[in-house]
């Protein structure tokens, strides 16, 4: 199982940014996943999830209005579209899937920093 995220970068307050996860090595459409967040000095958070067909969707309170999170299960992607950004959203972006074959798996993050 690889989970690639690609996509961070530094924005301004008010700003938005993108992020993709390439997955590969197992069976996307039947699995939901899920996008998680960790700040400096501060446990890792659940920001978004999405169902295995991409119906169902649930966010973080603290961001909910601001961030999407969508899928293609022919591109095996799932991206989390991010507007509005404020610092406190400053933090490394995980890509996270749970399967009972593949176990849990995590990408390698990347860094999302809102400063101006």
């Known amino acids: 199982v690889q989970l690639v995220e690609s996509g961070g970068g530094l924005v301004q307050p008010g700003g938005s940014l993108r992020l993709s996860c390439r997955a590969s090595?197992?069976?996307?459409?039947?699995?939901?996943m899920r996008w998680y967040r960790q700040a400096p000095g501060k446990a890792r958070e659940l920001v978004a999830a999405?169902?295995?067909?991409?119906?169902?969707?649930d966010y973080a309170d603290s961001v909910k209005g601001r961030f999407t999170i969508s899928r293609d299960n022919v591109q095996n992607t799932v991206t989390l579209q991010m507007n509005s950004l404020k610092p406190e959203d400053t933090g490394v972006y995980y890509c996270?899937?749970?399967?009972?074959?593949?176990?849990?798996?995590w990408g390698q993050g990347t860094q999302v920093t809102v400063s101006s």
């Open positions: 999405i169902a295995n067909a991409g119906g169902s969707t």
């Open positions: 090595g197992f069976p996307f459409s039947r699995y939901a």
């Open positions: 996270n899937c749970v399967t009972l074959a593949y176990g849990t798996n």
